[in-house]
């Protein structure tokens, strides 16, 4: 280090020691260079110099860059001087070496500092009165140790953070990804909405990585704590939460489609049943005579409730995916009324059962252009196969 005025260094050597001081001087430099070299060709270090920091990021990797700028600008003078004892030791054949001067060049106060290589104050030796105090080749290995392990520090911190956030970052992204490839056929608007907002989360999280690492760090800027995970743990709850939500959603939709399936078939049968009841009723008013029947307004109605309720089924399928209680809502009265429109047509079919069972059935079919076939159990001809409505006819008279 730099010695107090009135206190000079000793400089009586002799030309071998000095040689080999140079030589273990020159060992010191090439180790440090090396490492200021792979500093500057670390991927972090470069990914910062062409990126755009900010925040405590930005703050440290100032200081950090200032601290390599002023490691390589000392580097630079102590070569220099290292130069300097070279050519006064060079050539053996020279018997009158400056020793003195070599002295003061490898042990002494040789080597001038600016401000920007000291960046602060109290790294000036109190009795430095020159813009570019001096000091020793010891004194400038130990400011530029203490540059380098400020920026390698810095680097090291910053990659340590991106290190530990980057598979998170993924982790959270292949979530987000699943969720998605589920939730795009889904218009739950409150689905959507949270999807939104958790993918905004995610990109704010990963533009902080890239911009502001160092705030992810688990304490202040100088702390061991070299990451802070829960920004993420946060946000991976919030994407379970929205994937438990989202799987409910579809299973709310499968129920739904299973709901509409079993109404459509149901909707079909009412069909089929209202065509039987429709076909019976028009069998019982063509073969009844018309004082056995009952007055007009008290007759059952032909059914015909399927068709309505399935273009209502159809609109429900056909439609955007509707609000699930909606849809709940829809199907449960579409249900009601089926039920009560194959109640109504049971009812036609037993009211022409009936019926039925009152009339007076013929034997024999009376046709004119039949030969009298017998009738089956249904009043059908075997003869003919048609319904001997005449003598159906006749016969209500008769009785």
């Known amino acids: 280090m730099r010695t107090a005025p009135g206190n000079p260094p000793e400089h009586r050597l002799t030309r071998e ?15 440090r260079a090396a490492a200021l070299a792979a500093l500057r060709a670390d991927g972090t270090f470069l990914g910062l110099l062409r990126g755009a920091p900010r925040g405590q990021t930005s703050v440290r990797w100032a200081a950090a860059r200032q601290a390599a700028d002023a490691a390589e600008s000392m580097l630079g003078k102590w070569r220099r001087t290292l130069a300097d004892v070279g050519r006064l030791l060079q050539g053996s054949d020279r018997p009158q070496v400056d020793l003195a001067r070599v002295g003061t060049l490898l042990r002494g106060d040789s080597v001038p500092l600016a401000p920007a290589e000291l960046r602060r104050v109290d790294r000036r030796p109190p009795w430095a009165n020159s813009s570019e105090p001096q000091f020793s080749l010891a004194a400038v290995r130990s400011l530029i140790d203490g540059d380098l392990r400020l920026a390698e520090r ?36 409150a689905v959507l909405a949270a999807l939104v907002a958790v993918a905004g989360q995610l990109d704010s999280l990963r533009e902080q990585v890239a911009a502001d690492p160092l705030a992810l760090r688990g304490g202040p800027p100088q702390s061991a704590e070299q990451f802070d995970p829960q920004p993420f743990d946060a946000l991976a709850v919030e994407l379970t939460s929205l994937g438990d939500r989202l799987a409910s959603t ?12 079993r109404l459509g078939r149901a909707v079909d049968e009412l069909a089929a049943l209202e065509s039987h009841a429709r076909d019976r009723r028009g069998e ?3 073969r009844s005579a018309p004082e056995r029947l009952p007055a007009p307004e008290q007759l059952p109605g032909s059914p015909r409730s399927a068709s309505p309720l399935g273009v209502r089924l159809r609109a429900l399928q056909a439609g955007p995916a509707p609000d699930w209680r909606a849809a709940q809502s829809e199907l449960t009265e579409l249900e009601r009324l089926v039920v009560a429109a194959r109640r109504a047509a049971d009812q036609v079919v037993a009211w022409a059962e009936a019926q039925d069972r009152g009339r007076v059935r013929p034997t024999g079919c009376v046709r004119p252009d039949c030969a009298g076939g017998a009738l089956d159990q249904d009043g059908i001809c075997e003869t003919c196969d048609r319904a001997p409505a005449r003598a159906t006819r006749a016969a209500g008279e008769a009785s």
Request: hydrophobic letters at 55%; aromatic letters at 0%; proline letters at 3%.
């Open 154 to 189: 810095t680097v090291a911190d910053i990659r340590a953070v991106r290190r530990a956030a980057e598979p998170r970052l993924e982790r959270l992204a292949a979530d987000l990804r699943a969720i998605r490839t589920v939730a795009d056929p889904v218009t739950d608007a």
């Open 250 to 261: 579809v299973a709310r939709r499968g129920e739904l489609a299973d709901r509409v399936a």
């Open 17 to 31: 020691h000095a040689l080999a001081l140079a030589a273990a001087e020159q060992a010191e430099l090439d180790r």
């Open 284 to 286: 019982v008013l063509l």
